[in-house]
Nanobody
Framework: QVQLVESGGGLVQAGGSLRLSCATS????????MGWYRQAPGKQRELVAS???????NYADSVKGRFAISRDNIKTTVYLQMNSLKPEDTAVYYC??????????WGQGTQVTVSS
């Protein structure tokens, strides 16, 4: 089973940037669509951005133009570059792998806090 480990979260001022990384284990990465989700206190987990095996991306309206998802199939890592951060981006960010065959896998999450 693929294992996901997120990193790169932290505390940043509004308008700042962070880059999240999700390192994966196992050979299934290149056969998986990857996604970043987030969950703020008291709210449901929501999709932030996703990228297919072929590199097609999709973004939540709230982050379009500010966030960029990318993947490195050699390093088996997916990234989320977050620019122009806002306090409402504060949440725990989770990485998710959707393989062609097999079960969905989640990372443990990384906290992103944006101060105003």
């Amino acid at each position: 089973q693929v294992q996901l480990v997120e990193s790169g979260g932290g505390l940043v001022q509004a308008g700042g940037s962070l880059r999240l990384s999700c390192a994966t284990s196992g050979s299934i990465f290149r056969f998986s669509a990857m996604g970043w989700y987030r969950q703020a206190p008291g709210k449901q987990r929501e999709l932030v951005a996703s990228i297919t095996r072929l590199g097609i991306t999709n973004y939540a309206d709230s982050v379009k133009g500010r966030f960029a998802i990318s993947r490195d199939n050699i390093k088996t890592t997916v990234y989320l570059q977050m620019n122009s951060l806002k306090p409402e981006d504060t949440a725990v960010y989770y990485c998710r792998a959707d393989p062609i065959v097999g079960s969905v896998a989640w990372g443990q999450g990384t906290q992103v806090t944006v101060s105003s």
